[in-house]
């Protein structure tokens, strides 16, 4: 079956360090984003890839990094630098065509 | 600048009765809009489309209807369901950009 597989569901970390969110899939799509979403609010993007070894930032991209080495996986680093890191996160991947995007199940990050 | 508005955060409905959800959107050159479920902890899902060529687009109970002279979409359920009960993001796109999406709707069904 086909899909977009985030981990870990849960993560916990301290102030100060950084955390990478994993994002694979298998659906052969090009592009790749990953979303954040804080409670009442709604999904803000962080960093988008339309293609391997390129991405660009989204409208909250201070504090985050990405990498997109290979087409199937595009990690998402939180570093220290990002002031409220504690939110759910969201990785989505759309074909060529960008009729829709299919979803991960999401990682819920809490900085402790 | 939110180009796709989604005005009421919340919304609860009696069981069986109709669900009216509303976007509005602001780039006149969007042509692709669609509707996403969300549950709680979990990965929005896609619910239903339609291109700017059609008004209306039906798939069993749910209907979105878009009034491209007013920038308006809404999506109706009906009737509707407990398992309705979830976050629904309206998003837009035109060409071969990202989507867009809105600040999403609670929708609350009520037993």
């Known amino acids: 079956d086909g899909g977009i597989t985030q981990s870990p569901k849960y993560l916990f970390r301290k102030e100060g360090q950084n955390v990478t969110l994993s994002c694979e899939q298998n659906?052969?799509?090009?592009?790749m984003y990953w979303y954040r979403q804080d409670p009442g609010q709604g999904l803000r993007l962080i960093y988008y890839?339309?293609?391997?070894?390129?991405?660009q930032k989204g409208d909250i991209a201070e504090g985050y990094s990405v990498s997109r080495e290979k087409k199937e996986s595009f990690p998402l680093t939180v570093t220290s630098a990002q002031k409220n890191p504690t939110a759910f996160y969201l990785c989505?991947?759309?074909?060529?065509?960008?009729?829709?995007?299919?979803f991960g199940s999401g990682t819920r990050l809490t900085v402790v | 600048d939110q180009q796709v508005k989604q005005n009421s955060p919340s919304l609860s409905v009696q069981e069986g009765r109709i669900s009216i959800l509303n976007c509005d959107y602001t780039?006149?050159?969007?042509?692709?809009f669609l509707w996403y479920k969300k549950y709680p902890a979990e990965g929005p899902t896609f619910l239903i489309s339609i291109s700017s060529i059609k008004d209306k687009n039906e798939d069993g109970r749910f209907t979105v209807f878009l009034n491209k002279s007013a920038k308006h979409l809404s999506l109706h359920i009906v009737p509707s369901q407990p398992g309705d009960s979830a976050v629904y993001f309206c998003a837009a796109n035109f060409g071969n950009e990202k989507l867009t999406f809105g600040t999403g709707t609670r929708l609350t069904i009520i037993p």
């Open positions: 780039n006149s050159m969007f042509d692709y």
């Open positions: 890839s339309q293609i391997v070894n390129d991405f």
């Open positions: 659906l052969n799509h090009d592009a």
């Open positions: 989505a991947s759309s074909g060529t065509v960008i009729m829709s995007y299919t």
